[in-house]
């Protein structure tokens, strides 16, 4: 199980813990989406926002550029959202209309949930039902990441 803690409520910066193991942390940009993620053992990622009016992300090894994981909002109206894994091609589905988690559901078979942990905004974690890769769980992870962040956005802005 992948989650996050972070130092404080209001910190931007946050420690990635695979199933308690501190494995990495990340922390987002000021004037941008993207998301620098640093895992033990030199791997450095970068969750990367594909344009301005787009909902594509791509994780990035900044090591090689090579892509190892995409994301794309499923459609206008509606949460899910369209991934592109190395345990193959998924979909993130809400978990219901009183929650805020996701399922990651490949061919209706569900692969990992991901929700909301702890009292402070943003924390979360991955529970995977299958073995699936670390950089597969960061990127569910990441994904519900800007999930939270623009459902706050959004209530912020309606205040």
Not at 4 to 23: A, E, I, M, R, W
Not at 115 to 140: A, K
């Amino acid at each position: 199980m992948l989650e996050t803690h972070t130092p404080s409520c209001f910190s931007s910066q946050y420690v990635l813990l695979d199933n308690g193991k501190p494995c990495g942390k990340f922390q987002g940009r000021t004037f941008s989406s993207n998301i620098d993620v640093s895992l033990l053992k030199r791997y450095r990622l970068t969750f990367k926002h594909q344009g301005i009016f787009s909902s594509h992300y791509t994780l990035l090894d900044r090591g090689t550029g090579s892509v190892l994981a995409g994301a794309q909002s499923a459609g206008m109206f509606t949460s899910a959202w369209d991934l592109s894994l190395e345990v193959g091609d998924c979909k993130m589905v809400s978990a219901g209309f009183f929650s805020q988690g996701f399922y990651v559901e490949q061919r209706r078979k569900r692969l990992a949930e991901v929700n909301v942990s702890g009292g402070c905004s943003g924390t979360w974690y991955v529970r995977p039902y299958v073995e699936m890769p670390l950089t597969d769980q960061v990127m569910i992870g990441l994904v519900f990441h800007t999930i939270l962040r623009r459902r706050r956005q959004r209530r912020n802005s309606s205040t």
